[in-house]
């Protein structure tokens, strides 16, 4: 189970950070990944981070978001900095699906469990 936590309203240009707690899982084990869907949208990769630390990010957000996990708490996170009105969307949490990761992080098909989104309204 997944559960994503941290979203909010903000302005522009203010930071957020998201959580996502994992239970009934040997986290350590999972890569996980963020994903967003903005209203009228299709679900899209956000962010990456695999099992062995590697990160990876969307063009959009490369130089403003940072994902870490802590295994000891199995929790992933996002930091989201100088956030846009753009990045308004509901955010999802996910684990991976394969034990290959790195050609396969930004397909919505190579997670299996999801967490039940936490909303982003950033306004301008």
């Known amino acids: 189970q997944l559960q994503a936590s941290g979203g909010g309203l903000v302005q522009a240009g203010v930071s957020l950070r998201l959580s996502c707690a994992a239970s009934g899982l040997t986290f350590r084990g999972y890569h996980m990944g963020w994903f967003r869907q903005a209203p009228g949208k299709e679900r899209e990769f956000v962010s990456g981070i695999s099992r062995s630390q590697i990160t990876y990010y969307t063009d959009a957000v490369k130089d403003r978001f940072v994902i870490s996990r802590d295994n000891a708490k199995n929790t992933v996170y996002l930091q989201m900095n100088s956030l846009k009105p753009e990045d308004t969307a509901i955010y999802y949490c996910?684990?991976?699906?394969?034990?290959?990761?790195?050609?396969?992080?930004?397909?919505?098909?190579?997670?299996?469990?999801w967490g039940q989104g936490t909303l982003v309204t950033v306004s301008s």
């Open positions: 996910a684990t991976s699906r394969w034990a290959s990761y790195s050609a396969y992080h930004e397909n919505m098909d190579a997670y299996a469990n």
